[in-house]
C-alpha cells in the first residue's frame, strides 16, 4: 500500500485554521460597519456601497480557486489566501483612506472565498466515501467558532479594549496558526504535467454537478437571507423586540454549530439522504413559527432552522467530492460560484418582500426555497455515491 506524503490529521487541522478564518472574514464586516460608518461619516448608501466589496471578492476567490489547486496544490494558495484576510482585517483598522479601507474590504472577501472553496476541498480529497461528509460537517463547526468568535468577543471585551486591539490580538492567533500552515505537508497536485482544460470545461455542462450546485443556490440564499433580514423582519412587524430579534440569529448559529458536532457521528451511521431530508422539513418547520412568531415560537423556529440548515452543505459536497475526485478543485469552485450568485439573488428578493412588499412573504419564500431543494435533491438519487 503506497504511503501518504502527508499526515491526514495534520492537512485537516490547517483546514480547519482556515475554515475558521473564513467564518471571522464573514462576520467582521457586520461587526466593524457601525465603527467604520462613524469614522468615515457614511450615510446608509455608502455603508451599504462599503459593504458590497465583501461579496464581490468572495465571487472572485470562489472562482479561481479551483483550477489553481487542482494545478498547483494547496499550500501556496491556503497561505496567500490566509494572508489577505489578515492584512485586509488590518487595513481596516489602519487605513485613513476610504479607497484603501474598500481594498482591504475586498482583500477579505477574496481571502475569505478562497479559503472557503479550498478547505472543502482539501478535506474532500484526504478522506475516503465513507468519512468525507462527516469531516467536511466537523470542518464547519469551526465556521461556527470564527463566526461566532467575533461578536461575542467584541461584545464582551469591546468595554475593555478597543477594537484595534481585539482585531489585532485575532490576527497574532491566526498568524501563529499561518506558520503552523507553512511548514506542514499537503498533498501533491492532480495535475503536475498540466492542467485539463477540456475536462474542466466539460464540469459546467456536466448536469449531475448543476442539479447539486443549484442545491447549494437555494440553501446559501436561504442562509444568507436569514442571517441578513431576519431581525427586520421581526423587529419592523412588531412580532418580537430587539433584544429577542438579535438572539435569535445567535440561537439560530449556535444551533447551526451544535447540528454539524452531532452530524460528524451521525453521517457515519445513518444514509446521508435520509439526514438532508429530515434536516430541510426541520428547517420548514423553523419557518413556519415564524409566520406568527412569539418569543417562544420566534426562538424555536430559529434553533429548528439552524439545526436544519446544517448539513446541506457538508452532504452535497461530500457528493461532489466523490463524483469528480479528478477534478474536486473546479468542481467546488463551479458548485459556490453558483451557490453565491443564489445568496445575492435570494437575498436581494427577500430584501425586497421584508422591507416594501408584505413581510409574510419572507418566511413564505424561506419554505419554497427549501421545497425546491427537496425536489432537486430527489433527482440526485440516482448519482451513484
Keep these: 500500500m503506497k504511503t501518504k506524503p502527508y499526515k491526514v490529521a495534520q492537512v485537516f487541522i490547517a483546514a480547519c485554521i482556515g475554515m475558521s478564518l473564513f467564518g471571522v472574514s464573514m462576520m467582521v464586516m457586520g461587526a466593524l460597519l457601525p465603527l467604520l460608518s462613524a469614522k468615515f461619516s457614511l450615510n446608509t448608501a455608502q455603508a451599504t456601497t462599503l459593504v458590497a466589496f465583501l461579496p464581490v471578492g468572495m465571487l472572485i476567490g470562489s472562482t479561481i480557486f479551483g483550477p489553481i489547486v487542482d494545478r498547483y496544490g494547496y499550500k501556496a494558495l491556503l497561505i496567500v489566501s490566509s494572508a489577505l484576510v489578515l492584512l485586509g482585517l488590518e487595513g481596516m483598522m489602519l487605513f485613513e ?3 484603501f479601507v474598500q481594498l482591504s474590504i475586498m482583500g477579505i472577501g477574496l481571502g475569505g472565498g478562497i479559503l472557503n472553496g479550498e478547505t472543502n476541498a482539501m478535506v474532500s480529497d484526504i478522506y475516503n466515501d465513507t ?10 463547526v469551526f465556521y461556527g467558532i470564527g463566526a461566532l468568535g ?9 468595554d475593555i479594549y478597543t477594537y484595534s486591539q481585539i482585531i489585532r490580538s485575532l490576527e497574532v492567533i491566526f498568524g501563529v496558526g499561518l506558520i503552523y500552515c507553512i511548514v506542514i505537508t499537503y498533498p501533491l497536485p492532480k495535475h503536475q504535467q498540466g492542467f485539463p482544460i477540456r475536462k474542466s470545461f466539460k464540469l459546467l455542462r456536466n448536469k449531475h454537478l448543476l442539479l447539486l ?6 440553501q446559501s440564499g436561504i442562509e444568507g437571507s436569514t442571517n441578513n433580514w431576519t431581525v427586520l423582519y421581526l423587529v419592523n412587524n ?7 430579534a438579535l438572539l435569535s440569529i445567535t440561537v439560530m448559529i449556535l444551533a447551526l454549530t451544535l447540528a454539524r458536532i452531532i452530524l460528524v457521528w451521525m453521517l457515519k451511521r445513518v444514509d446521508p439522504n435520509k439526514i438532508l431530508i429530515f434536516s430541510l422539513l426541520l428547517a420548514i418547520v423553523g419557518y413556519l413559527l415564524l409566520i406568527k412568531p412569539t418569543y417562544v415560537t420566534t426562538l424555536m423556529g430559529m434553533a429548528c432552522i439552524g439545526m436544519g440548515l446544517a448539513s446541506t452543505f457538508p452532504i452535497i459536497l461530500g457528493k461532489i467530492g466523490a463524483l ?7 468542481a467546488f469552485s463551479i458548485a459556490l460560484v453558483i451557490s453565491l450568485i443564489g445568496n445575492n439573488i435570494l437575498n436581494s428578493m427577500t430584501g425586497v418582500f421584508t422591507g416594501t412588499i408584505a413581510p409574510v412573504l419572507y418566511p413564505l419564500l424561506m419554505i419554497v426555497s427549501l421545497i425546491t431543494i427537496l425536489l432537486l435533491n430527489r433527482k440526485t438519487f440516482k448519482i451513484k455515491h
Design 213 to 218: 450546485a443549484f442545491i447549494l443556490f437555494f
Design 238 to 244: 412588531a412580532f418580537t423586540s430587539q433584544q429577542t
Design 97 to 99: 483612506d476610504i479607497l
Design 324 to 330: 469528480y475526485s479528478s477534478l474536486s478543485g473546479t
Design 150 to 158: 467575533i461578536p461575542l468577543l467584541l461584545s464582551n471585551l469591546g
Design 131 to 140: 468519512k468525507r461528509e462527516s469531516k467536511l460537517s466537523f470542518l464547519g
